[in-house]
């Protein structure tokens, strides 16, 4: 089986941070996917702020990145970008992927700088279901004790803390927190639905899970998505 080295790194608020950072320094062989470009699809614009993309668009965007049936793909990237991939792949029907944990700090040998030959390979995408929730589902199940809603941000955040990127702060009623980039605690059982601000990290949250033996569903808009749609939210933050 050939192995596809996928870098994924990107920052939030820095659409073109991402690339600056593959050019000047991947894993050799490694192609390029872009969070805010290839993982998501900006032209939606009542899904959040990372809406997932359709299947032509990401079977497009994985064709570039070298990836078909028969490769194995090992994503590395920043803020939940590799998890993203990881997600994205199984849900179109490509289960031979894995995360580097740690990413390209993890990786004990040399970097290239610039850009790669990528041979183009022919993904052909086979969308699974059962695999994401609603807005409109979850808000007919906020009462329901075997849902097991997981918020992947930070500890403030969860609590609804002011901040720059939620707006208005909050969180879902009922959802438990799980900080994506801290250990991740043991959850109650039930049915695993985890978001975060916008669907990227909550994919750690996902990923971990699935390392654990545990399947969960993805909110893909997330917060982004839930409070722009004015629905009920709690806040455990009082201002003094």
Request: charged share 25%; with cysteine.
């Given at each position: 089986m050939?192995?596809?080295l ?7 608020g820095a659409?073109a ?8 320094g991947?894993i050799p062989?490694a192609s390029f996917v872009?969070?805010?470009e290839?993982?998501s ?32 793909v090992v ?6 970008g590799?998890e993203r991939l990881?997600?994205?792949l199984?849900?179109f ?8 944990i740690?990413g390209?700090?993890?990786?004990g040998?040399p970097?290239r700088s610039?850009?790669?030959e ?6 052909e995408?086979?969308?699974?279901g059962?695999?994401?929730i609603?807005?409109d589902?979850?808000v ?6 075997s849902?097991v ?5 930070t500890?403030?955040?969860w609590?609804?803390?002011?901040n720059p990127i ?5 969180r879902?009623?009922g959802a438990?927190?799980a ?5 991740q605690p ?5 049915e695993?639905?985890a ?5 990227v990290?909550?994919c750690?949250?996902?990923h971990?899970a699935?390392?654990?033996?545990r ?13 722009a749609?004015?629905l ?8 003094e």
């Amino acid at each position: 089986m050939r192995v596809q080295l996928v870098d994924c790194r990107w920052e939030l608020g820095a659409p073109a941070r991402g690339r600056e950072l593959y050019l000047a320094g991947h894993i050799p062989g490694a192609s390029f996917v872009d969070v805010d470009e290839d993982l998501s699809d900006l032209s939606v614009t009542d899904q959040g702020r990372h809406p997932l993309p359709s299947a032509e668009r990401f079977a497009a965007a994985a064709s570039r990145a070298g990836i078909e049936a028969g490769a194995l793909v090992v994503a590395y990237g920043s803020l939940g970008g590799a998890e993203r991939l990881w997600w994205l792949l199984r849900h179109f029907g490509h289960d031979d992927c894995a995360v580097l944990i740690g990413g390209i700090d993890a990786w004990g040998g040399p970097l290239r700088s610039g850009e790669e030959e990528i041979p183009a390979g022919s993904f052909e995408p086979r969308e699974r279901g059962g695999d994401t929730i609603s807005a409109d589902e979850l808000v007919r199940r906020l009462a329901d004790p075997s849902l097991v809603l997981v918020d992947a941000r930070t500890a403030a955040r969860w609590r609804g803390e002011p901040n720059p990127i939620d707006d208005p702060p909050g969180r879902i009623p009922g959802a438990l927190n799980a900080p994506w980039a801290e250990p991740q605690p043991p959850f109650p059982e039930g049915e695993l639905v985890a978001y975060c601000g916008s669907g990227v990290t909550a994919c750690v949250t996902l990923h971990r899970a699935w390392l654990a033996g545990r399947d969960g569903k993805l909110y893909p808009g997330s917060w982004s998505d839930w409070s722009a749609r004015g629905l009920p939210l709690e806040r455990s933050y009082e201002a003094e």
